[in-house]
């Protein structure tokens, strides 16, 4: 009975034994991996194949980081606070508008937003917003583009569309007699389409005969087509490189409003023409080359790219994109991005559209647009409808 | 007479013969070619749409090019760093940059031996153009290096363009377009100041990107979808793949490693004082030799405690797996002799 006891101890001693046989080199390679890896043995390099390709979200030890105190590191502080001047600004803005109010009329109900790409983040963002406060609203945002948000709207596709421009006289009147109904436009932020060049290119500005000359496959504003920067400035250290130009694959709202401005329906020239995936990628390339040249939206821009200031004439004054200039106009080139809906009258528009456009209209929603890029609308432009509710 | 007459009819008879199967000949062979030529633009067509069907890029194709992708950043950022770095004495250019190419590359590969194919693939868009974000859109790369952040600048760009033309053939216009709008939000509302190494797809876009990569994998992308069976196989012999393409980069960068924890040392107060004190310029060849020497104790140090762990945890295992088996046998023989 004894010699059973002891011989049922073998199994678990050698199933014990191997077990840690095992795991003692195991625990060797982990400390020699971190060893190696100047971190601890859960850094993701290691990390990986053992958790089943999981990506590890900790980070190794070694630092990017240049030492506290050094005149580097302070350099790199200043870079970060850069854009706090711009905030302050914009938070002056936002305070200019209404708080959100709870609406006494039922905010309940259905909604399909479809449109513009430039106002697709903000709109998602605000909508999962205001979801959180009303959970029974059911609101769709799709991103298709502008035009294809108004035959939407005009097909009874849609409740409401984004469009990044304003409409047209004869868009309003081609949509009223379709429907029968009066269409509604309210401005909810403000962009601006820039000509970024690298921050190290020393361009003063760009005249819109000078775009024409760049851009356009025509060039039916200057004599010749501008492919160097020395016909631009001769005193230029890069005055001998070509001009490279970037844009974005589709023909989106940014670029019509460029073709509108500078181009009038002509084609965008073949030469030295560099065709990005999006925007952002437009102006990565005017960051990294210096003889770069791209069309991108103001929400884009970024420390190494210049946003070229614009003259609308010969003569004229240039005139570069900042809040203020395009929140007064003084900008050639101001988006204004618009809510569209269709109603029989003011009283008849559906009460949560109504609601949703107060809230975008409401400090809360402002501080979105301006989390998105885009700059507050002006106050003034607030409907009557929605100033009472 | 007659016979000649005889043989002009004949003649005559032949000819209207001639043209009568000719007449009928031309009808067929036209025919023939027609459906000859319809076969032939049905060939083609078939071969189109299989040629439009194989465009469809499948998983495995998908998975080579991730894992290609990933020795091409290496590259890149090899060379970056390399002509960065080249000559450079300073101290903390040289300690950033090999920061940044551990981490980078090390990232790269941690993505590219990750589970999901697809996940890999919208992952790495995200590091690089995160990446540019970081150094080259903000300047970081120009208030650091200087002159010399050109060629980090320049590679960076090339990767950012590299990942999205292999994007390209997996993702819609439009799904990249998405994919694009929700890092640059994303960027914009982490102030532009956060490392993006380690950043990835699913911690910018959340539910909406995790439905976006689930479209793709169920065929609404460029990407042939896959049905459950296909998955898992594929995903069970991808796994073991996984393992060696990671097992053979390692070594690649794990000297960048040894590198990193140089630098890290030099860049201490105790070294940087020992280092700032000698401001004469005739002492320069002294602060060279110093700093070698400091860099040859500092991986003399490295080794040898690698070494002795290393050696010590064998040492102990050893002695304990020996303990154990004799415990075991000793406990097995006495279980025997008991028995006899």
């Keep these: ?389 | 007479m007659h016979s000649l007459k005889a043989l002009s009819i004949l003649n005559q008879s032949l000819r209207l013969a001639g043209a009568l199967v000719v007449v009928l000949l031309i009808p067929m062979f036209l025919g023939g070619c027609a459906s000859g030529f319809s076969n032939f633009l049905k060939g083609k067509q078939e071969h189109k749409a299989s040629m439009l069907r194989d465009k469809r890029m499948t998983e495995k194709q998908l998975d080579d090019l991730s894992n290609a992708y990933a020795d091409r950043f290496y590259t890149l950022m090899l060379s970056a760093s390399e002509r960065v770095m080249r000559d450079n004495m300073d101290l903390q250019q040289c300690r950033i940059m090999n920061g940044l190419r551990l981490l980078s590359v090390s990232s790269m590969y941690d993505i590219a031996t990750s589970r999901d194919t697809v996940t890999q693939l919208v992952n790495q868009l995200v590091v690089v153009t995160l990446d540019n974000y970081f150094w080259v859109d903000s300047g970081r790369a120009q208030l650091i290096w200087g002159d010399r952040a050109k060629y980090l600048v320049e590679n960076l760009r090339k990767a950012r363009e590299d990942i999205w033309g292999i994007a390209a053939k997996a993702f819609t216009d439009e799904q990249l377009e998405e994919i694009d709008l929700s890092i640059s939000t994303w960027w914009l509302k982490a102030g532009g100041t956060e490392f993006a190494s380690y950043v990835r797809f699913d911690d910018i876009a959340g539910n909406r990107g995790r439905a976006l990569i689930d479209q793709v994998r169920g065929g609404a992308g460029l990407l042939a979808p896959l049905d459950r069976a296909t998955e898992q196989i594929q995903s069970a012999n991808q796994a073991l793949e996984r393992s060696f393409f990671w097992a053979k980069r390692v070594p690649l960068f794990a000297n960048w490693q040894i590198e990193a924890l140089w630098y890290d040392i030099l860049a201490m107060p105790d070294s940087r004082r020992v280092l700032e004190n000698i401001d004469n310029l005739s002492q320069a060849p002294a602060l060279m030799s110093k700093r070698m020497n400091l860099v040859t104790d500092t991986v003399a140090q490295a080794r040898d405690s690698a070494k002795d762990l290393v050696d010590q945890i064998f040492r102990k295992a050893l002695i304990l797996m020996g303990a154990l088996f004799l415990g075991a046998f000793i406990v097995a023989r006495w279980g025997f002799s008991a028995k006899k």
């Design chain 1, 1 to 389: 009975m004894k010699s059973m006891k002891l011989r049922s101890l073998i199994f678990p001693t050698l199933v014990f034994a191997l077990i840690f046989g095992v795991n003692a080199p195991c625990s060797a390679d982990t400390l020699d991996a971190a060893f190696l890896t100047n971190s601890s043995p859960s850094n993701p390099t290691s990390s990986n194949l053992a958790a089943g390709g999981t990506p590890s979200p900790s980070v190794p030890v070694t630092s990017i980081e240049p030492t506290p105190g050094s005149k580097l590191s302070e350099a790199l502080k200043q870079l970060a606070k850069a854009n706090e001047g711009t905030v302050e600004e914009l938070a002056r803005l936002v305070a200019m508008f209404p708080t959100y109010s709870l609406s006494e009329s039922a905010c309940n109900g259905s909604l399909r937003i479809i449109g513009s790409d430039s106002l697709g983040p903000l709109l998602v963002r605000a909508v999962g917003s205001y979801k959180g406060i009303h959970p029974d609203a059911v609101i769709e945002v799709s991103q298709r583009g502008s035009m294809k948000g108004l035959d939407a709207l005009q097909s009874g596709n849609c409740e409401m569309a984004t469009v990044s421009r304003d409409l047209s006289v004869a868009e309003i009147a081609r949509i009223e007699e379709a429907t029968g109904k009066r269409v509604f436009t309210v401005p909810i932020a403000l962009g601006a389409v820039c000509v970024y060049v690298n921050a190290d290119n020393p361009i003063k500005g760009l005249s819109k005969a000078q775009c024409n000359g760049i851009f356009s496959i025509v060039h039916s504003m200057t004599a010749d087509p501008i492919i160097r920067w020395k016909q631009l400035d001769p005193a230029s250290p890069i005055s001998s490189a070509a001009v490279l130009l970037y844009i974005e694959k589709k023909l989106s709202g940014t670029l019509r409003l460029f073709n509108d401005w500078c181009m009038q329906g002509e084609g965008f020239t073949t030469i030295n023409l560099f065709i990005e995936p999006g925007p952002s990628s437009v102006v990565n390339a005017c960051c990294a080359y210096p003889s770069a040249i791209g069309v991108a939206g103001f929400a884009l821009r970024q420390p190494r790219a210049r946003a070229v200031p614009l003259s609308e004439g010969f003569g004229k004054p240039f005139v570069e994109p900042t809040i203020a200039t395009i929140r007064n106009g003084a900008y050639p080139m101001r988006q204004r991005m618009n809510i569209v809906l269709l109603a029989p009258s003011e009283e008849k528009i559906p009460g949560i559209a109504r609601d949703l456009l107060r809230f975008l209209l409401s400090q809360d929603g402002q501080e979105m647009v301006v989390k998105n890029g885009l700059i507050p609308t002006d106050p003034a432009t607030i409907p009557a409808f929605l100033r009472t509710h």
